[in-house]
């Protein structure tokens, strides 16, 4: 190049100079423009985001700008975190010239093909959250507050730029089990905050438990005053070294579980039910024994075991694991009581999906029980699986003409699945990968991938039920199995982590064991899979740790991969 420069003198050597500042600009301006998808530290990852020069502080006098309603549940959720983790209250208002976070939800004449698609600019003295409907401008408001510091005393400067994103699957969701242990509603609602702030959508509340009844029913009070009480739980791992005898007791009223709805409704996620049958009803028929086989056997108690309380009659379950008493098949009388269970749950939730458990149900009774061999002889059945297939498409039925549909975990398609049942693979996914086989939706939630009940460090310095699930493996995993044919991959509406909490017996254990797991599961969920790039992520994640601080929630510092 100095070769070339020397042989040029005056105006060649000026036009030169003039090309190489021209390019030096270029360069820089590709430099500040580029898709730089590292600096956008958001989890999860959005599907394309480009940064450039300058940004937009917040201050005391910006205000957040909303066109209608629909969008004031975004606008409260802001102005309330902003709020809570800052100090800074702004103001909600119709209009503003500058100085702003306009929310700017699209009107369709049809129903746009991707709702939860959103734009987000960042430009100097203002930011733009476009939704292609309400629940896009919530999503992206979610990633305007992961632009905000992560720490507190530090000026809310947002870095310009814009975003443009949507998710990869439609179900991503979070589980939590309050029957073996149970989680007031505050926490409920934490839980569900967490949820909205990874952009996931549903949460699945596993309700009813051998350990616990925990929904009012009001046509059956005895569920919640015998069956939401167990008179002692077992310490330490399964069957327990010794028994805290105390009672433990805990359930939702109605209007509780319509103020949860509501506020998840708030958020923009469904709560999906669970009702379990026709196993794990331990709780139910210690409430009413009419529903077992044998109401006059009393339940049977693991002898290893350390128990609380009478041993005979009826009990709520005091161990963990799987028992022999469950719903009867053989009587009408049981589809009655689930059917108005169903009546009520279906007025608590307006969920598309009703979830009825499905899963480890022993037949062990069902083959010594009159009533049962009676139902399999007269309907023609092989044996007590097709039983329990008979079973689960009787209260599909039951449900479908509520104009609602079930899911249920893989066990379902033992004995032929209900006609519209959705499938949700916990046994691996050999159970989803048949359902999507047979045009059924599925939900994978693979306990080898995504439980996060799993110990997440080889060396866990508290009881948990067992198993290794670190940061790493949960990012690994892939909902859409290699097995799947493309026209079958479309049946797999996502996936979903599962929290059974055996061992969690406090809202702070919990949050240990889902975080960091759930930011790993999120991004899977939502970001292009060509963008998975775990060493991109453990980078993020590194300022994820301290908003789990901003938001008060414990956290796992275990390594991220062994």
């Known amino acids: 190049m100095k070769y070339l420069i020397r042989k040029f003198t005056g105006k060649s050597l000026k036009i030169i100079f003039?090309?190489?500042a021209t390019f030096s600009q270029l360069g820089s301006f590709c430099q500040d423009n580029v898709t730089n998808d590292v600096a956008v530290n958001i989890i999860p990852l959005p599907v394309k985001?480009?940064?450039?020069?300058?940004?937009?502080?917040?201050?005391?006098?910006?205000?957040?700008?909303?066109?209608?309603?629909?969008e004031k549940n975004t606008a409260r959720f802001l102005q309330a975190y902003i709020q809570r983790i800052y100090g800074v209250s702004l103001a909600i208002k119709k209009t503003a010239v500058n100085n702003y976070i306009r929310f700017n939800t699209k009107r369709f004449i049809k129903a746009p093909d991707q709702p939860e698609r959103y734009n987000l600019s960042v430009l100097p003295s203002k930011a733009i959250v476009t939704g292609d409907s309400y629940q896009g401008t919530f999503l992206g408001?979610?990633?305007l507050i992961q632009l905000l510091p992560v720490e507190k005393n530090k000026?809310?400067?947002?870095?310009?730029?814009?975003v443009e994103d949507y998710p990869r699957f439609a179900y991503r969701g979070m589980h939590l089990d309050v029957g073996r242990h149970f989680f007031p509603v505050d926490f409920i609602k934490k839980y569900i905050d967490f949820i909205s702030l990874h952009k996931m959508n549903t949460f699945h509340w596993h309700l009813t438990e051998d350990q616990g009844w925990r929904i009012e029913i009001k046509k059956y009070p005895l569920l919640t005053q015998i069956g939401g009480c167990r008179n002692g739980t077992i310490i330490g791992k399964n069957p327990g070294k010794g028994n805290d005898n105390q009672p433990y007791c805990g359930f939702y009223t109605q209007d509780e579980v319509r103020d949860v709805v509501k506020y998840a409704a708030d958020r923009f996620i469904t709560v999906i039910p669970e009702i379990e049958m026709p196993g794990h009803g331990s709780a139910a028929i210690a409430a009413y024994p009419f529903l077992s086989c044998f109401p006059n056997e009393s339940t049977k108690i693991n002898p290893r075991a350390a128990w609380n309380g009478p041993t005979t009659g009826k009990q709520v379950q005091q161990t963990w694991g799987v028992f022999e008493d469950v719903f009867c098949a053989g009587k009408d009388s049981v589809f009655q009581f689930l059917q108005d269970v169903i009546d009520e749950v279906v007025q608590l939730f307006p969920s598309q999906y009703i979830h009825i458990g499905g899963d480890e149900c022993p037949k062990a009774n069902w083959k010594r029980c009159p009533q049962c061999q009676q139902r399999i002889e007269e309907l023609g059945l092989k044996d007590e699986h097709e039983l329990q297939s008979y079973f689960i498409?009787?209260?599909e039925k039951y449900i479908t003409g509520k104009g609602r549909k079930i899911i249920g975990w893989d066990e379902i398609l033992e004995g032929g699945l209900a006609p519209n049942a959705s499938v949700m693979s916990w046994r691996g996914e050999k159970g989803g990968i048949e359902a999507?086989?047979?045009?059924?939706?599925v939900v994978m939630t693979p306990g080898e991938y995504v439980y996060l009940d799993h110990?997440?460090?080889?060396?866990?310095d508290s009881v948990t039920i067992g198993g290794f699930t670190n940061v790493e493996k949960v990012y690994s995993y892939d909902p859409v199995s290699k097995e799947l044919a493309p026209d079958e991959a479309k049946y797999v509406l996502g996936a979903q982590g599962n929290v059974?909490?055996?061992?969690?017996?406090?809202?702070?254990?919990?949050?240990?064991?889902i975080f960091p797991r759930m930011s790993a599961l999120s991004e899977i969920l939502w970001s292009p899979k060509e963008k998975k790039d775990f060493p991109d992520f453990e980078k993020r994640l590194q300022d994820q740790f301290r908003r789990y601080e901003l938001w008060n929630a414990n956290y796992s510092k275990a390594k991220l991969k062994e």
């Open 18 to 20: 003039i090309i190489a």
């Open 49 to 70: 985001a480009t940064l450039s020069k300058g940004g937009f502080t917040i201050n005391r006098k910006t205000v957040i700008v909303i066109n209608d309603d629909g």
């Open 141 to 143: 408001m979610q990633s």
């Open 155 to 162: 000026p809310l400067a947002l870095k310009a730029m814009e």
């Open 393 to 395: 498409q009787r209260m």
């Open 436 to 441: 999507a086989h047979q045009k059924h939706n």
């Open 455 to 460: 110990s997440q460090t080889k060396n866990e």
């Open 500 to 513: 059974w909490t055996e061992y969690m017996a406090s809202p702070a254990k919990v949050e240990y064991m």
